[in-house]
Each structure stands twice: as C-alpha cells, then as structure tokens.
C-alpha cells in the first residue's frame, strides 16, 4: 500500500469506530457526522452502510415517536414497538393521562461522559424507555431540534461551552420544549445547584454516576407527578 492509502485506510478506521460509539450513546447526529466522512474517504464501504442503516433506522424511530404525539395527541407514547396502548401523555401537552406507566417514553441525556451516555443506553431500555443522547449543550440543542422527548436529563456543568443551566433556560424559552420535565445531574450537588434549579423550576436532581435503575425510577416519579396535574380545559 502506499502511504497515501495507509493514511485514507487509518482515517476511515477511525471514523467507523467513531461511528460505532457514537452509535452505541444514542448520539445519532453524531454518528451521521462520522459516517459522511467515512463515505468522504471510502464510498463503497460495506460495513458503514449496514451501519448507516441501522443508525437510520433508529433515529427515525426517536422522529416517529415525536410526530407521533404532534398529529395525534391521543397517541399512545411508544417507540421502537413498546406500544401498550396505554395513551400516557408526557409534561409537553402533546399525550395526558394519569397514570404512572412510562413504556417507551424518551429519556434524552445530556452529559460529557461518553462511558456514562453507553451505559445508559444500554441500560435504560431494560426499564421500558427509549434513549438518546448528547455530549455537549449544542449537541443537546441540535437533537432537541429534530425531537421532542419525554424528560431530559443534563449535568450542570461541562468542560467547556455553555452549561446545563443554559440548555435548560434554552428549553423554557421554545415552544415545543417549554413544558418538557427537566432533571439535573451533577457530581456534587451544593446548595447553589439546589436553590437554582429550584428557582428555576427543574423537577429533580441526582448525584453522579447514576445508573440506569435509578434514573428510571427518578424519571418514572417525575413523569407520573406531571401527569397526575389535571389539564386545563
């Protein structure tokens, strides 16, 4: 081989397994992203396109499971064949209903920690939800523009760029979001965090790493508590 396609070969291997992660985190732009420059480098790759596929496929089930409830606001929340029937209603407006049951209802989570993001899209399935995720507030805006989920989760804060403070102010201030359960996330929670996000209005808050059982069980809470208000008429 010469060094040019040593060079093409390597950076096409890379951007595959970018893919595959980001895949595997439920961050479906993402894996778009690295899929195009695999194609950019090698447009007959067999291996990107079964993968393609499947993120495709996916993600057009978290698009179905958002107009879903915009064209039929008695629709029952499921994604991906978790359809009980029930016709629970999420905190947008879009679905009511009182009852606790959340099958198939999206949990999208925002967080910097990419091992966390895979751990829990493998984990929250096991507990009736679906799962998409995000590393970074922007990402967060650019899923949240294309989706409407159930309940977001987001640490406070990140690296670098704007914080969960500002994805969470972001929401309150779009239409199609302003009503969506929010839950915060941190490391250490201290009475600043606490009295903000109470201020604000966020609906619960958890300490870092949580697992999927947990998230669940916080997110089941929230969800039924915001079902359980009586709509207005």
């Known amino acids: 081989m010469t060094p040019r396609e040593i060079y093409v070969q390597a950076k096409t291997e890379h951007y595959l397994e970018r893919a595959e992660e980001c895949c595997a985190m439920g ?15 090698d447009p007959g790759n067999q291996v990107c396109a079964v993968l393609k596929q499947t993120v495709e496929e996916q993600f057009n089930a978290l698009l179905r499971h958002a107009s879903r409830g915009i064209e039929n606001p008695g629709a029952a929340n499921t994604v991906s064949g978790n359809d009980n029937g029930s016709g629970q209603g999420n905190g947008n407006g879009r679905r009511h209903g009182v009852s606790g049951n959340h099958r198939g209802d999206l949990i999208v989570v925002v967080d910097q920690d990419e091992r966390l993001l895979s751990q829990l899209a493998a984990a929250l399935p096991r507990h009736g939800y679906s799962f998409a995720g995000a590393a970074s507030y922007d990402e967060a805006v650019e899923l949240l523009s294309l989706i409407t989920p159930d309940i977001v989760v987001s640490e406070v804060n990140f690296d670098c760029g704007a914080r969960g403070c500002d994805l969470f102010l972001w929401m309150r201030t779009n239409s199609g979001l302003a009503q969506t359960p929010f839950m915060f996330q941190a490391i250490r929670l201290d009475s600043d965090i606490l009295l903000a996000g109470k201020r604000f209005g966020v609906d619960d808050f958890l300490l870092k790493p949580v697992d999927g059982a947990v998230l669940a069980a916080a997110a089941t809470a929230v969800l039924h508590r915001r079902r359980s208000i009586p709509v207005a008429v």
């Open 27 to 41: 961050r479906f732009p993402a894996a778009r992203r690295a899929i195009d420059q695999v194609f950019a480098l």
